[in-house]
């Protein structure tokens, strides 16, 4: 009788701890979703999250020129609202 010796038996236990340290990390697209939900409600305007860029702490906004308008006219309320929800935005471009 021949026994099949598997060295890598426990193979799934290291690999679950290994992927167990990536289980904190956002989804930057959650984070574009909830960035736009709340500059929308800042504004009163819906913004969709296609409108929305990250780029360590700066956001940028693609949008026409009445948009950006409002933006920058609320800047300080919208940079607020960012930082009570953990988004520690330091400029809006």
Same mark, same amino acid.
């Given at each position: $009788?021949?026994?099949l010796y598997l060295p890598f038996t426990n193979m799934n236990f290291?690999?679950?701890?290994?992927?167990?340290k990536y289980k904190h990390l956002k989804n930057p697209k959650d984070d574009k979703i909830? !960035?736009? !939900? !709340?500059i929308s409600d800042v504004l009163g305007i819906e913004i969709g999250e296609e409108l929305v860029e990250i780029k360590k702490d700066t956001l940028s906004i693609k949008a026409d020129?009445?948009?950006k308008t409002e933006i +920058? $006219?609320?800047?300080?309320k919208i940079l607020e609202a960012l930082n009570q929800n953990? +988004?520690? !935005?330091?400029?809006?471009r």
């Open positions: $009788m021949y026994r290291s690999i679950n701890s290994f992927f167990e909830r !960035i736009a !939900i !709340i020129s009445y948009l +920058f $006219m609320r800047k300080d953990k +988004f520690f !935005i330091t400029e809006i």
